[in-house]
């Protein structure tokens, strides 16, 4: 099965750009749906991007023009580049994969993905 762990995480002020990695191990990505969700506490998982296998992206409406999901197939590692951070992008954000193609609703519903890491958090000061 595959496994994902996310880095980059930490403490940035509002304004500011922060890129988070996603790597798998285990199995190749190539195959799969791949996804960033973001959870605070007392909250659901909500999605923030997706890329299909052929690489077309989906965002949240909230972070569009802001955040920018991209792969890297040679490494195996997904990224999430973050722009113009505010407070309320605080969250602990997930990477999730899963191996059936995602539409323009169904890739940001969490429980449609069997696999996931561990989070990392992301804190925005004002």
């Known amino acids: 099965a595959i496994q994902l762990v996310e880095s980059g995480g930490g403490s940035v002020q509002a304004g500011g750009p922060l890129r988070l990695s996603c790597v798998a191990s285990?199995?190749?990505?190539?195959?799969?749906?791949m996804g960033w969700f973001r959870q605070v506490p007392g909250n659901g998982r909500e999605g923030v991007a997706s890329?299909?296998?052929?690489?077309?992206?989906t965002y949240a409406d909230s972070v569009k023009g802001r955040f920018t999901i991209s792969k890297d197939n040679a490494k195996n590692t997904l990224y999430l580049e973050m722009n113009s951070l505010k407070p309320e992008d605080t969250a602990i954000y997930y990477c999730?994969?899963?191996?059936?193609?995602?539409?323009?609703?169904?890739?940001?519903?969490?429980?449609?993905?069997?696999?996931w890491g561990q989070g990392t958090q992301v804190t925005v000061s004002s």
């Open positions: 890329i299909s296998v052929r690489g077309a992206t």
């Open positions: 285990g199995s190749s990505f190539h195959v799969y749906h």
């Open positions: 999730a994969a899963d191996p059936f193609p995602k539409g323009p609703t169904s890739w940001a519903v969490s429980e449609n993905y069997r696999n």
